[in-house]
Nanobody, 121 residues
């Protein structure tokens, strides 16, 4: 019913930048909060940043001042601009969205398949 497709991951040197995108599609009545999460090998998935439909943002302390989350509601797309990347940012990054669908007007959490970000030292 709803698909989230991430793109923009890759290999970058420490200090470099990447921009992740997440395109949402399907029978969506409304998209509420969206967010980025990441999971490094051997670790639990953790929150990176979230953004409400109105644009209010929240960041993990580890990325404040370096990452910027944004969204284009007209395009149903979420972004994550990552600057000053560090090796500890290496992880699979997942897109998440709280979506109300046309099918039954219920809100559910949806996840993308993830995109790998690798930062070399």
């Amino acid at each position: 019913q709803v698909q989230l497709v991430e793109s923009g991951g890759g290999l970058v040197q420490a200090g470099g930048s990447l921009r992740l995108s997440c395109a949402a599609s399907g029978r969506m009545f409304s998209i509420y909060a969206m967010g980025w999460y990441r999971q490094a090998p051997g670790k639990q998935r953790e929150l990176v940043a979230t953004i409400t439909s109105g644009g209010s943002t929240n960041y993990a302390d580890s990325v404040k001042g370096r990452f910027t989350i944004s969204r284009d509601n007209a395009k149903n797309t979420l972004y994550l601009q990552m600057n000053s990347l560090k090796p500890e940012d290496t992880a699979v990054y997942y897109c998440n969205a709280d979506v109300q669908t046309y099918v039954d007007l219920r809100r559910r959490d949806y996840w993308g398949q993830g995109t790998q970000v690798t930062v070399s030292s």
